[in-house]
């Protein structure tokens, strides 16, 4: 269990606060990994590493970036050319 997990409805509430946030913008999901089959192929084992290849390439498509703790997603976005910002000290 994780000790500083949060609720469903304090995660909603976060999430609200977060979007209040000046400079939020949503972006709408129309990218398919599937479609970036030729990226994927090598580098991309397991569920977890194709929900990451998603965001990478949906945060590529706005010309975005992903702010991650994980250091595999950064060398992923490298692959995929996205962007990734490592965040912390892990």
């Excluded at 929900?51 to 060398?75: I, K, M, N, P, W």
Aim: net charge negative.
């Amino acid at each position: 269990m994780i000790s500083d997990a949060r609720t469903p409805g304090e995660a909603a509430h976060l999430l609200a606060r977060l979007r209040a946030v000046g400079g939020h913008v949503f972006w709408s999901d129309a990218v398919s990994v599937a479609e970036h089959a030729d990226l994927v192929a090598d580098g991309v084992h397991g569920s977890s590493a194709v929900t990451d290849a998603h965001l990478l390439l949906l945060a590529r498509s706005y010309d975005g970036e992903v702010a991650t703790f994980d250091r595999g997603l950064v060398s992923l976005a490298n692959r995929l050319g996205a962007r990734a910002a490592l965040i912390g000290s892990s």
